[in-house]
């Protein structure tokens, strides 16, 4: 079971920033997947989760209205797609499966700087 995330970039508040995760080793499409971060010195947080088969999104309210979590089963991929970026948006940002179904080995991250 791995995890790789990529994407993340240096951005200037406001821009707009794409991450991906592409899973393999486990049945993929069978799980509902989440995106979390973590900043400098605290805890990982849960930022976005997405059902089996698109069904249905949830998301942190920290980053509701401005960030659209996706998949593609057939890549076992899910998306990110993060606008308006924030100062506070920076961190490590991770992907896993949702907090319900229990987590596989933790990727290495993306990082994600917002900065002016």
């Known amino acids: 079971e791995q995890l790789v995330e990529s994407g993340g970039d240096f951005m200037q508040p406001g821009g707009s920033l794409r991450l991906s995760c592409v899973a393999s080793?486990?049945?993929?499409?069978?799980?509902?997947m989440s995106w979390y971060r973590q900043h400098p010195g605290k805890a990982r947080e849960w930022v976005a989760t997405i059902r089996v088969s698109g069904s249905r999104a949830n998301y942190a309210d920290s980053v509701k209205g401005r960030f659209t979590i996706s998949r593609d089963d057939a890549r076992s991929t899910v998306f990110l797609e993060m606008d308006s970026l924030k100062p506070e948006d920076t961190a490590v940002y991770y992907c896993?499966?949702?907090?319900?179904?229990?987590?596989?080995?933790w990727g290495q991250g993306t990082q994600v700087t917002v900065s002016s």
């Open positions: 080793g486990f049945a993929f499409a069978r799980y509902s």
């Open positions: 896993n499966r949702a907090p319900w179904e229990g987590y596989v080995n």
